[in-house]
């Protein structure tokens, strides 16, 4: 293993900027993914004028809406939004258009984008994985972006 070239990120987001794309829907857990993916950023060196937040109705405007952010360059985008399931398969169609858009959005843009969508069958489930007991996805889409903002730095310069 020590003749293989290895390169890995780091949770470095000192000199780098950042975009969030938060859904209003479901604001109010929605805000506590905010504010885990803000707080990740700073920890890690992230200087609140680096971070670019931008609200959107729903995660269906989410893709949209990160494409439009690319243009300004940051170093990686985080995406944040809650969907919970209903009685119909409109919960099945948001889902879908969001992750694809997203992961279409980073392959034609080339900039990372960490992925806090929750898609959830009850409210319960959102609450805990918004900073309940299953952690704060919104903290850890911030740190995939941050990791792999410094990785995509790291492998161009070598």
Not at 5 to 19: I, M, V
Request: aromatic fraction near 4%; hydrophobic fraction near 45%; charged fraction near 25%.
């Amino acid at each position: 293993m020590s003749e293989i070239r290895q390169t890995s990120g780091h949770l470095d987001g000192s000199s780098r900027r950042f975009a969030i794309v938060a859904a209003r829907f479901n604001g109010r857990l929605v805000e506590a993914l905010v504010d885990g993916a803000v707080d990740c950023l700073q920890r890690h060196g992230v200087a609140p004028e680096d971070i670019h937040l931008v609200r959107v109705p729903g995660a269906w405007e989410i893709p949209d809406a990160l494409s439009a952010v690319a243009a300004e360059k940051p170093d990686a985008m985080v995406a944040l939004g809650i969907v919970i399931r209903g009685e119909t398969p409109h919960f099945d169609y948001v889902c879908g258009r969001c992750s694809a858009g997203v992961a279409a959005v980073s392959d034609r843009t080339g900039i990372p984008v960490g992925f806090g969508v929750l898609t959830c069958d009850t409210p319960a489930q959102a609450q805990e994985r918004a900073g309940g007991k299953a952690g704060n996805k919104g903290w850890e889409a911030a740190a995939a972006a941050l990791e792999m903002a410094d990785l995509r730095h790291r492998l161009r310069s070598s």
